[in-house]
């Protein structure tokens, strides 16, 4: 079976950098005009971008572009989940219960920028997140689906739903690959903060991922806000 497309892409533009094609302070081309010049969507170029990124070889800036900062990829820790399963098994034990659907222009939403939906809609679905059984929730979702898929809207009042790109799979499908997880400290949003019972601006964990079917199409784009005190993110990892 062939690498996924993005890995492949990382893997030539990696190979380009470090064999002297570019020095360092060059700027790649623009992502709309690199994309087409290597025969691939944006989703996948910016996921060859962000691995070249952690390797330390590009930076991404904004108003500048991408500059190569390195011909050589830079020693670095990082921490995955290695399953897949277990990455989504909230997903499995938890219930979804959803608030408001609309769908948005890709222009009106700084996070929908540059994700390559083929024709610039996308279905914004909110909704919070609880134990089954419990009626306080824990999490706040504001989600984005692309509008290809919109048509999903109806199933998204299913009683104990688990997951809107588990949906995705159902009804179109398209079976979840990949999920990449950004997970970050902020202060809570009122509107996160009244659905899930906390103060506003009071500490709260924030979880964007990226969820991914085959050759690289992103399915979902999540932004999730967890209460602290109810929710644990552990790790583990161990040496045989």
Not at 28 to 38: D, G, H, I, M, T
Not at 49 to 56: T, Y
Not at 83 to 93: G, T
Not at 198 to 205: E, K, N, T
């Amino acid at each position: 079976m062939s690498a996924p497309r993005h890995k492949q892409l990382t893997r030539a533009l990696r190979e380009e950098l470090t064999s002297g094609q570019f020095k360092v302070g060059d700027r790649l081309p623009p992502e709309v005009e690199f994309a087409a010049q290597r025969g691939v969507s944006r989703t996948t170029l910016r996921r060859a971008l962000s691995e070249l990124e952690a390797e330390g070889l590009v930076a991404r800036r904004k108003r500048v572009g991408t500059v190569v900062t390195s011909l050589k990829p830079q020693l670095h820790f990082r921490m995955r989940t290695n399953s897949l399963a277990e990455l989504m098994r909230l997903e499995r034990e938890t219930v979804l219960d959803i608030w408001t659907t609309r769908m948005v222009e890709e222009s009106e939403e700084p996070l929908l920028r540059g994700r390559g939906c083929h024709d610039g809609k996308w279905l914004e679905v909110i909704g919070v997140r609880r134990m089954s059984g419990r009626l306080r929730s824990f999490c706040w979702n504001r989600m984005f689906v692309p509008g290809r898929y919109a048509g999903l809207e109806p199933s998204l009042a299913r009683h104990g739903l688990a997951s809107v790109s588990g949906l995705v799979t159902e009804i179109y499908d398209r079976p979840v690959e990949q999920v990449v997880q950004n997970v970050s400290a902020i202060a809570c949003p009122p509107a996160a903060a009244d659905a899930i019972g906390i103060s506003a601006l009071s500490p709260a964990l924030a979880i964007e991922s990226e969820v991914f079917s085959r050759d690289d199409e992103l399915i979902l784009l999540a932004h999730a806000i967890y209460d602290p005190a109810r929710f644990q993110l552990r790790n583990e990892a161990s040496l045989y």
